[in-house]
Nanobody, 126 residues
Framework: QVQLVESGGGLVQAGGSLRLSCAASGRTFSSYAMGAMGWFRQAPGKEREFVAAISRSGGVTDYADSVKGRFTISRDNAKNTVYLQMNKLNPDDTAVYYC????????????????WGQGTQVTVSS
C-alpha cells in the first residue's frame, strides 16, 4: 500500500550537484506516519550500498562515510517527500539511487527496509 517514487536523477559533471526527491503515497506513509526514510545506491555489477537515512521527525540522520560532508538528507513531511542533496559529485557516485522507507527503525542494511522506490539514475562524468 506504500508507493515511493524517486525523481531528480540525471547526468552531471564531476564537482556538480543534484537533488533527488522521493515522494511517498499510501496510507502507511501518510504525513502523519511517514516513518524513517533512507537512500541507497547500486552501481552496475556492485551490491546495493547505504547512502543516508533520516528519522521520522528529521531529527536524526546517518550518512555513509563516502558521502559524509557532501550529501544532505532532509524531509518535508507536509509534502510527504524526502530529499537527497548531493554536492561535489564524483564518478564514484554514479549509480541507480533508491529511496527506502520503514514505519519504524532505520538501518544501514538495505534488506531491513520494507518499502522501496524504483530508482533513479545518477551519472557523474569526469
Amino acid at each position: 500500500q506504500v508507493q515511493l517514487v524517486e525523481s531528480g536523477g540525471g547526468l552531471v559533471q564531476a564537482g556538480g550537484s543534484l537533488r533527488l526527491s522521493c515522494a511517498a503515497s499510501g496510507r502507511t506513509f501518510s504525513s502523519y506516519a511517514m516513518g524513517a526514510m533512507g537512500w541507497f545506491r547500486q552501481a552496475p555489477g556492485k551490491e546495493r550500498e547505504f547512502v543516508a537515512a533520516i528519522s521520522r521527525s528529521g531529527g536524526v540522520t546517518d550518512y555513509a562515510d563516502s558521502v559524509k560532508g557532501r550529501f544532505t538528507i532532509s524531509r518535508d513531511n507536509a509534502k510527504n517527500t524526502v530529499y537527497l542533496q548531493m554536492n561535489k559529485l564524483n564518478p564514484d557516485d554514479t549509480a541507480v539511487y533508491y529511496c527506502a522507507g520503514s514505519a519504524r527503525g532505520m538501518w544501514r542494511d538495505g534488506t531491513l527496509w520494507p518499502y522501496w522506490g524504483q530508482g533513479t539514475q545518477v551519472t557523474v562524468s569526469s
